[in-house]
């Protein structure tokens, strides 16, 4: 008897169990049917991988105390800017730019002490014996303090800062940047509406085989694209830890707005992006990036394959200009570019342990793109200290005429032990400085910017 009614019970646990899990099924799949949750997957799959690459090894992660020393080095020249600078004056300001940036002697130091919630930003930029832009940042505790040379030469007393308050024994300046990266990511996955976003029945060739799908559909127009920027601007100010980090390194945050005046866009342009997905399990078997200017496509990047493997397809106007494969693995990223006749050049990128370069070579039609990155980390003394030199070399050509070339180097040591000795006991309020003063600090990073393009 107690055998029957055990074996009974059981039958019905095991019906329960299956409705149970059909019931969840079914939910999940609506849920991943959603329109919404496909481009959040989409989009989780792109950052995913970019933070991948950028990321900081975790070897050479030393916590919260640390000073880092960095100096830049340029060597760029512009024939067609030289060229255009004599009858056009914005050619003349980015050839101005380009020399004057060779010319710059720029070096930065960062003194940061978690223990003694001490952090010195100390930046030095000259043009020969020319003071471009010099000064110092200083927190202490809670208290901000700045200085520009040529302006003042006391520490001006800016109030309180929160900076030392968004670390803790197990959160660091690390964990906060990727916190930032993570938040702004969900939020932007978050703020892509349903009601947004459009889908229709497409029927798309792959292989030469007609597939039917469903295509869903987001406009990126000047207007949505603001709208976007607020909502991600009022998550960060609504999560409490984000709205800590960004409010102690962007001088009143809580008040920043989206400038409804400015165009991000130009007049005239929006963005389409497809997705195109397999009606059953709702997988994702195409991509595409419409540009249009005055309605009318301008250009498209389509990409047919998943995250590891694929092809993608540029067009102009409609017509298929270039065609690439691609294949992407934890280390590398590989893509061959063709045109109808040829190769046509290639992207690779690759992280290593101690490394991350990318090479980029292109022979476009009229361009020729040769552009190369390698940032190796040095010399590793076990928690004490580093070098990283990151080198960007390029070449580009329009009509075989040099649109920029050269290379830019950036030397950086990273140690542990270092010593902040600032004083601040002579520092002024700012409050009390009249407004010649006033004007002078606030526009010194706006009068380098024109020294620079002059």
Known sequence: MIKKIIKKLMKHIFFIIIIVLIVFGYVQYKNMSRKSSIFSNMISIL??????????????????????????????????????SYTDPDYYKK???????????????????????????????????????????????????????????????????????????????????????????????????????????????????????????????????KVLLKRILNDLKNDSRSNLILESTIPNFNTLKVDEEKEYLEKGEDYTINIYVRSILNTPVKYEIIHHKENKEDYKIAIIGNQEKGNAYYYEENKLKYTANYEATPKIIEIIVKNDKETAGFIKIEKSNNSLSMNINLALENRNIDLSYSGIYKNYKKNKSYNKEDIINIKWLENDIVKISGDIVITTEVKKDFKINEDVEDSLLRLTLNDDIKDKL?????????RLES
């Not at 030393?62 to 067609?80: C, M, P, V």
């Open 47 to 84: 950052g995913n991988t970019i933070h991948h690459y950028m990321e900081i090894p975790t070897k050479y992660d030393f916590g919260d105390n640390f000073q880092i020393t960095s100096s830049f080095d340029a060597n760029l020249e512009s024939k067609e800017y030289e060229e255009k």
């Open 95 to 225: 050839y101005k730019l380009i020399n004057n940036l060779s010319n710059l002697d720029s070096k930065i130091i960062l003194k940061q002490s978690k223990e003694k919630a001490s952090l010195l930003l100390d930046f030095d930029n000259k043009i020969g014996e020319e003071d471009i832009y010099t000064g110092k940042v200083y927190i202490e505790n809670a208290t901000q303090y700045y200085m520009v040379n040529n302006v003042l030469n006391n520490y001006v007393n800016e109030g309180n800062n929160s900076y030392f308050e968004t670390l803790s024994h197990s959160n660091t300046t690390n964990d906060n940047i990727n916190y930032l990266y993570q938040i702004i990511l969900n939020s932007i996955k978050k703020n892509i509406k349903e009601s947004e976003l459009n889908d229709k029945l497409a029927e798309i060739v792959i292989n030469d085989k007609n597939i039917k799908t469903k295509q869903i559909s987001l406009k990126i127009t000047d207007k949505y694209y």
């Open 442 to 450: 606030d526009n010194a990073f706006h009068n380098m910017k024109e």
